[in-house]
């Protein structure tokens, strides 16, 4: 693997959160650039709500290309930004930071990845109906992406828990913002699941259910994957849920969340650079 070329001209790119000595990302995207020949380095900060602020200004002073923003961080981290982009401010979280001409501006990339990896496996978003799982941090931002991409209708199934009433509240203003119909559903009634995965195009799971350890679990049943349903789990460990296997067993486009991952990463490196990340290559060296 190519190494970087460290010199006075090297740029940086920041991973804010806490904790974040668990990522992957500085490896990753720090080859990623190095295999671009690009000058620039990827490292992680742990940085606190408390912190953002002065992270946010020491970034644009340092003449840092950007940043990945992640947990506690991403709700709070826009107030502190010069502009945000109609995804971000949507969903009111940003995961991805770029500074240009000394202006913060936030993005997320977590919905775009989601959807540009149904693209790519050659699932049409405009006009589909869309049966999601889960209303989460990566479940929302997946429901605001594909509703600004004018897909026709999302029934979206959650616990009636303690979030209900927030969740509520979200679909509400993404339905109203993007002129979308967006039905909430509990998520204890597969039938109701049933009724609506059998009308919809896309069934997607953005819970955790089906993640290593317990990749036995999988929410939709068998009788919902039909003819033309396109499916798209989140969870990349394993590389192949229990749901992705169903839909493949079924003939059925299968979208795993390794793509999702990979395609996120490249919006970002997009976003800070204008390069077009080699994602065969970054899946061959840290995935395979
Ligand atoms: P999150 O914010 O905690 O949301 C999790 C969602 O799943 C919530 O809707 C939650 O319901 C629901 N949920 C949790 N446990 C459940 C269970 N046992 N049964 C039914 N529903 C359950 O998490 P997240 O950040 O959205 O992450 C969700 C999944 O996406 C994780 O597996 C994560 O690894 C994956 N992810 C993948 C990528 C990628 O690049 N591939 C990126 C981000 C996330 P309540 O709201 O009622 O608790």
């Given at each position: 693997m190519n190494q970087p070329?460290?010199?006075?001209h090297t740029k940086l790119i920041g991973l804010l959160g806490h904790p974040v000595d668990h990522s992957m990302s500085p490896a990753m995207h720090t080859a990623s650039y190095a295999h671009m020949g690009e000058d620039i380095v990827y490292l992680s900060f742990d940085v606190e709500p408390e912190g953002l602020e002065a992270a946010v200004e020491g970034m644009k002073i340092m003449g840092f290309v950007g940043?990945?923003?992640?947990?506690?961080?991403?709700?709070?981290?826009g107030q502190y930004l010069d502009e945000l982009t109609p995804a971000a401010e949507l969903m009111g979280a940003v995961n991805t930071v770029a500074i240009r001409d000394g202006k913060a501006i936030g993005h997320n990339t977590d919905g775009a990845g989601f959807v540009k990896n149904l693209e790519n496996n050659g699932v049409a978003i405009e006009g589909a109906h869309v049966t999601l799982i889960g209303c989460g941090g990566a479940g929302s931002a997946i429901m605001t992406q594909l509703a600004l991409d004018k897909?026709?209708?999302?029934?979206?199934?959650?616990?009636?828990?303690?979030?209900?009433?927030?969740?509520?509240?979200?679909?509400?203003?993404?339905?109203?913002?993007?002129?979308?119909p967006i039905d909430l559903h509990d998520l204890a009634d597969l039938e109701d699941m049933k009724s609506c995965a059998l009308k919809s195009t896309i069934l997607i799971n953005a819970t955790p259910v089906g993640m290593a350890p317990n990749t036995e679990g999988c929410i939709p049943t068998e009788d919902m994957l039909h003819e033309g349903l396109a499916v798209g789990d989140t969870v990349y460990n394993p590389r192949e849920t229990k749901l992705i296997k169903m839909a493949k067993d079924k003939g059925l486009v299968a979208c795993g969340g390794l793509g999702m991952l990979l395609q996120q990463a490249a919006l970002g490196e997009e976003f800070w650079t204008g390069s077009k990340m080699d994602t065969k290559f970054i899946e061959d060296s840290f995935y395979n």
């Open positions: 070329n460290i010199t006075g940043a990945n923003v992640t947990m506690p961080c991403k709700t709070f981290v897909v026709a209708h999302i029934d979206v199934f959650n616990a009636k828990d303690q979030f209900w009433n927030a969740t509520m509240a979200r679909v509400a203003t993404v339905a109203e913002k993007t002129n979308t």
